[in-house]
């Protein structure tokens, strides 16, 4: 059964310390998204990635990394220079030739305690 | 620059009756709109889009109208049902922006039984 998978649903974090968030899909998509969340403030892109081994900035990639070594995996870092990490994160694939056709994951909730 | 905008963070209407939910933006180069459907704590899912050659489009109980001139496009769900209570994106793209989505704010539509 396809699907993206985000890991974990739920995630806390001290400040200063950098969490990293897993995205898997196994729907063969080429490109792959991390959006996030805020009450009031819709999806915003972070990053994003169409192929494997390159990726682009986004609208709010300051204080976030990501690497995309397979096609199926576009982990996300949030580090300590992220000043306000605390948000819902959605990460999202589609396939090169249906762009529009996003698939999303469950989300993962990071809370800075 | 808010480039999608949802104006009505909410929405209540009883069951049975027809919800609107308004989107507006501001890229004339936008030419692909697409609606998600969100539940709590879950990635958001596709609902419904439209083509910017089209100015309206049709799928069972939901119509998307889009109206180019005045950058404005709209959700209608008739009959409501107290299972479409949920938080609703309008998205935006333009072909040459490689497939990513421009999401607005968010609008929660409750149906009351």
């Known amino acids: 059964d396809g699907g993206i998978t985000q890991s974990p649903k739920y995630l806390f974090r001290k400040e200063g310390q950098n969490v990293t968030l897993s995205c898997e899909q196994n729907?063969?998509?080429?490109?792959m998204y991390w959006y996030r969340q805020d009450p009031g403030q819709g999806l915003r892109l972070i990053y994003y990635?169409?192929?494997?081994?390159?990726?682009q900035k986004g609208d709010i990639a300051e204080g976030y990394s990501v690497s995309r070594e397979k096609k199926e995996s576009f982990p996300l870092t949030v580090t300590s220079a992220q000043k306000n990490p605390t948000a819902f994160y959605l990460c999202?694939?589609?396939?090169?030739?249906?762009?529009?056709?996003?698939?999303f994951g469950s989300g993962t909730r990071l809370t800075v305690v | 620059d808010q480039q999608v905008k949802q104006n009505s963070p909410s929405l209540s209407v009883q069951e049975g009756r027809i919800s609107i939910l308004n989107c507006d933006y501001t890229?004339?180069?936008?030419?692909?709109f697409l609606w998600y459907k969100k539940y709590p704590a879950e990635g958001p899912t596709f609902l419904i889009s439209?083509?910017?050659?089209?100015d309206k489009n049709e799928d069972g109980r939901f119509t998307v109208f889009l109206n180019k001139s005045a950058k404005h496009l709209s959700l209608h769900i008739v009959p409501s049902q107290p299972g479409d209570s949920a938080v609703y994106f309008c998205?935006?793209?333009?072909?040459?922006?490689?497939?990513?989505?421009?999401f607005g704010q968010g609008t929660t539509l409750q149906v009351k039984p």
């Open positions: 999202a694939s589609s396939i090169i030739t249906d762009p529009y056709g996003y698939t």
């Open positions: 729907l063969n998509h080429d490109a």
């Open positions: 990635s169409q192929i494997v081994n390159d990726f």
């Open positions: 890229n004339s180069m936008f030419d692909y």
């Open positions: 439209i083509s910017s050659i089209k």
């Open positions: 998205a935006a793209s333009h072909s040459g922006n490689t497939g990513k989505l421009i």
